[in-house]
């Protein structure tokens, strides 16, 4: 469009504002969790473009699939517009606390604070709280955010 529209009368050498289009609206869609390819093809496929980034970043997606998004998801863009993918490196693998012979509470506590969920299981009939195992040792590796299932002893 112009300003002022056109037909307006103007006099010589006046000058008239341009405004130019950035293209059709395009919502941003969610590709996190999507491989690269996958990712690329989305964006492409809603006329948008991908610029993966360099940086790699620890993240609960797979190695290689997109962690990030910028713009993220709904924001509206304009055709043609480019999306930076970051990638992930995968969840970073920490180590399990030994939470054995600990009371549930303790144990819990001690594992979420590690980094992980937990889960308690119970044997059937049993009313101890002390913890007899854990689904990862102590001491070994598990990605973080990752569920540690603890036993309490059975009868």
Excluded at 16 to 38: F, N, Q, R
Aim: charged share 30%; no cysteine.
């Amino acid at each position: 469009r112009t300003d002022p529209r056109a037909g307006a009368d103007r006099n010589p050498d006046t000058a008239v504002a341009l405004v130019v289009s950035k293209g059709a609206p395009v919502d941003v869609p969610d590709v996190t969790g999507l491989s690269i390819e996958a990712a690329t093809a989305e964006l492409e496929a809603q006329g948008l473009k991908a610029d993966v980034l360099l940086a790699r970043i620890n993240s609960p997606e797979a190695q290689g699939d997109v962690a990030e998004q910028s713009p993220g998801e709904g924001v509206e863009a304009a055709e043609g517009d480019t999306v930076e993918l970051t990638v992930s490196k995968g969840p970073r693998m920490l180590i399990v606390p030994d939470v054995t012979g600990r009371d549930v509470d303790e144990a819990r506590s001690t594992l979420e604070e590690a980094g992980f969920t937990v889960k308690v299981d119970r044997p059937f009939l049993s009313f101890s709280d002390t913890i007899a195992s854990q689904s990862v040792d102590g001491s070994e590796r598990a990605p973080e955010g990752s569920t540690i299932t603890i036993r309490t002893k059975g009868l």
